[in-house]
Nanobody, 123 residues
Framework: QVQLVESGGGSVQAGGSLRLSCAAS????????MGWFRQAPGKEREGVAL???????YYTDSVKGRFTISKDNAKNTLYLQMNSLKAEDTAIYYC?????????????????WGQGTQVTVSS
């Protein structure tokens, strides 16, 4: 079993920054992807940033140049540094991990999810 626990969410003004953390416990070795997804009210959950087993990173277009995903294997922790935040970044942010073969941006590909952390950006 794997547990993912997010932290670091909060309220910030537009243009500000937040850093999300996702602490993983249990067996996490040899995963294909870890990543951050978000879900805004009334919208589908969407992929934001992903990192694969060799630390190649992937970003959805709307966050490129503003968000940075990273992981610390020694601490078993995933991070999302979010800069230049916009009101449209407001959502619940979820951490996820997968060993499955599938489309890396599809939420159905992911085995385990955290409980989510709220990010609110005021304009």
């Amino acid at each position: 079993q794997v547990q993912l626990v997010e932290s670091g969410g909060g309220s910030v003004q537009a243009g500000g920054s937040l850093r999300l953390s996702c602490a993983a416990s249990g067996y996490t070795a040899r995963h294909r992807f870890m990543g951050w997804f978000r879900q805004a009210p009334g919208k589908e959950r969407e992929g934001v940033a992903l990192i694969d087993s060799i630390s190649t990173t992937y970003y959805t277009d709307s966050v490129k140049g503003r968000f940075t995903i990273s992981k610390d294997n020694a601490k078993n922790t995933l991070y999302l540094q979010m800069n230049s935040l916009k009101a449209e970044d407001t959502a619940i942010y979820y951490c996820a991990i997968t060993w499955r073969i599938g489309h890396m941006w599809s939420r159905d590909t992911y085995n385990y999810w955290g409980q989510g952390t709220q990010v609110t950006v005021s304009s």
